[in-house]
């Protein structure tokens, strides 16, 4: 689910890929206004299934980090409100949710952006953030 969903460097929140061009994409809000428009190759744009945070030890991909979140949260908007936790407090939420970070390279907007992103995700109802061949790999044991 996550391959689809992209973030724009220069745009707020995150948007979900409709349809590829020539040189451009087309991308639509996952937000309540689900406005579409072209994106351009000369824009940052990443898949959130591309994206990782960094721990002690490696690297942890960001469906597993939100897949930690939305079981700490009952898979609920987060308790915290990044735009107001302190520093300490938003440290504290992260090592609750990943106990190994890396706090020296995870830096506090990057928690601030992973909170918003978790909050943005969840009050539009995506909710599956596991990687598609990881659920069809479970699908296929399951059978």
């Known amino acids: 689910m996550l ?5 724009i460097s220069g745009k707020p929140g995150l948007y979900k890929l409709i349809s590829q061009g020539k040189n451009m994409l087309i991308v639509e ?5 689900k406005k579409r428009f072209p994106a351009y190759g000369n824009e940052k744009i990443i898949s959130l299934a591309d994206i990782a945070m ?3 030890d490696a690297e942890v ?3 597993n980090v939100l897949d930690s979140m939305k079981t700490k949260e009952n898979a609920a908007v987060a308790t915290i409100d990044p735009k107001k936790a302190t520093s300490e407090q938003l440290r504290e939420y992260m090592a609750e949710v990943l106990p190994d970070f890396d706090r020296d390279r995870v830096h506090i907007a990057d ?3 992973l909170i918003s992103w978790y909050n943005l995700l969840i009050s539009n109802g995506i909710t599956e953030f596991k990687a598609e061949t990881e659920a069809e ?3 296929v044991v399951a059978e």
């Open 111 to 113: 928690i601030k952006k």
């Open 54 to 56: 960094y721990t002690n």
């Open 137 to 139: 790999k479970e699908e």
């Open 61 to 63: 991909p960001l469906c």
């Open 3 to 7: 391959k689809t969903i992209l973030s």
């Open 29 to 33: 809000s996952i937000s309540a206004d």
